[in-house]
């Protein structure tokens, strides 16, 4: 038994069960978006936090981390439980293709699991949708909650999508501007030139990249 769930979020740097792979790679035609509240983990429901969900885009692609649980049908359940809890404001879990870097033609996975929500205020008390730049900066560099401020999310989203080579050009927009609201210069990552990895274009000039880690003990819930 085994299955495979993709993180875009908190889940790239801050899996928080135990898995047995990790791979580095993207999924298609989706792309990050900062349209869903968070109620629980990052912000209230006073002042709810915005994270991350994803848009469905004809063309884009969204890079992450996919892990993989083996082991039986009981360690699946413990993953998932967890996961369902900690994603609790994602009402939808969407099965997608992966693809590794270096090889966009061909998926390296089917059937990967990915939480998303549904785009609709309606339907879906937690969604925000869009809102300008600035709104949402604002929103990001006040809101709080049990698990820590909003802005710590983005800020450690922006450097995990540095360390895994592919920078996100709305996750950069968007830091840069809560920075600006919160009057920080910098942001504490070397200068160093990365691909952003919003289009299939950049996908030709990196190996790919392959990371296994050993299980590990569960960490704080993040969203």
């Known amino acids: 038994m085994v299955f495979w ?19 580095i790679g993207f999924i298609k035609d989706y792309r990050r ?3 869903l509240a968070c109620i629980d983990h990052r ?3 006073e002042s709810p936090a915005r994270t991350c969900t994803l848009e469905n885009v004809e063309g884009a692609i969204c890079w992450g981390a996919a892990y993989c649980v083996r082991g039986g049908p009981e360690r699946e359940r413990l ?17 997608v293709d992966f693809y590794k870097e270096g090889e966009p033609l061909q998926p390296a996975l ?16 937690y969604y925000l949708g869009p809102a300008p730049l600035v709104e949402m900066a604002r929103q ?3 809101a709080h909650g049990p698990c820590g401020n909003n802005r710590d999310y983005l800020f450690l989203l922006e450097k995990a999508m540095f360390a895994i080579g592919h920078e996100d050009d709305m996750v950069i927009e968007l830091a840069k501007e809560v920075r600006k609201v919160l009057g920080i210069t910098g942001n504490g990552i070397p200068t ?6 919003t289009s299939p274009k950049a996908l030709k000039s990196h190996m790919p990249v392959l990371q296994l880690r050993p299980l590990q003990e569960a960490v704080a819930m993040d969203s």
């Open 5 to 23: 769930i993709f993180g875009y979020g908190s889940l790239v740097w801050n899996p928080g069960f135990e898995y047995d792979e990790k791979v």
């Open 33 to 35: 978006v900062f349209d």
């Open 43 to 45: 912000g209230t429901p």
């Open 79 to 95: 993953a998932m439980e967890y996961l369902e809890r900690r994603e609790c404001e994602y009402d939808k879990k969407t099965l």
């Open 110 to 125: 089917t059937g990967v699991i990915v939480f998303t929500s549904t785009p609709d205020k309606v339907s879906n008390k």
């Open 140 to 142: 990001i560099a006040t």
């Open 192 to 197: 160093e030139k990365k691909i952003t990895g």
